[in-house]
């Protein structure tokens, strides 16, 4: 079955980096897009970066030349690195692939 385990999330300052990490089994992983999706409180949860089979990238305009999506398909592994963290990307952060199978959150905190 197709399993998603998010990791790399916590408390960081302002301006600060974080690298999430979503592990995934049960399919072959380099045949399909990657999702990082989140989700603030009290607002809909929304894409905020896709990487495709072949290594295509989309970004939420809100994070583009802050974030950015990679994948190891050796490690069947996908990456997003952010950076210049602000309080506004505070939300729990969510791995997807194909629009149905999801990880377990990790939250990610932004504050001084």
């Known amino acids: 079955q197709v399993q998603l385990v998010v990791s790399g999330g916590g408390l960081v300052q302002p301006g600060g980096s974080l690298r999430l990490s979503c592990a995934a089994s049960g399919f072959t992983f380099s045949s399909y897009a990657m999702n990082w999706y989140r989700q603030a409180p009290g607002k809909e949860r929304e894409l905020v970066a896709t990487i495709s089979s072949g290594g295509s990238t989309y970004y939420v305009d809100s994070v583009k030349g802050r974030f950015t999506i990679s994948r190891d398909n050796a490690r069947n592994t996908v990456y997003l690195q952010m950076n210049s963290l602000k309080p506004e990307d505070t939300a729990v952060y969510y791995c997807?692939?194909?629009?149905?199978?999801w990880g377990q959150g990790t939250q990610v905190t932004v504050s001084s």
């Open positions: 997807n692939t194909r629009g149905v199978f």
